[in-house]
């Protein structure tokens, strides 16, 4: 069973920093493009960025480009996004998608809630 499970999301001041983890289960992790998607209240998902299975590669919605950073350790099946700079446009429920092909996204975590408020 494929599964995706968060951590690391909580309240934070603005300007602070913060990474979340994800950690895969039940499938070939390194065979996988991840990404991190978030869905503030009211709003629809979000795609944050994206990351190559190998880590070599990723990329940033523009909103976060230069703050966020994704990264993988492949021994241990594990996402990061590391996220600095944080404004309170930041705030919402961050997923870790697996993705298959394009648009194409298949399994998605639980979330972990991040909140940026002072």
């Known amino acids: 069973e494929v599964q995706l499970v968060e951590s690391g999301g909580t309240l934070v001041q603005p300007g602070g920093s913060l990474r979340l983890s994800c950690t895969g289960s039940?499938?070939?992790?390194?065979?996988?493009?991840m990404t991190w998607v978030r869905q503030a209240p009211g709003k629809g998902p979000e795609l944050v960025c994206s990351?190559?299975?190998?880590?070599?590669?990723?990329t940033y919605a523009d909103g976060v480009n230069g703050r966020f950073a994704a990264s993988r350790d492949n021994t241990k099946d594990t996402l990061f996004l590391q996220m600095n700079s944080l404004k309170p446009e930041d705030a919402g429920v961050y997923y870790c998608?697996?993705?298959?092909?394009?648009?194409?996204?298949?399994?998605w975590g639980q979330g972990t809630q991040v909140t940026v408020s002072s």
């Open positions: 039940g499938f070939m992790f390194s065979n996988y493009e």
């Open positions: 998608v697996r993705r298959i092909a394009g648009t194409i996204y298949d399994y």
């Open positions: 990351i190559t299975n190998s880590g070599g590669s990723s």
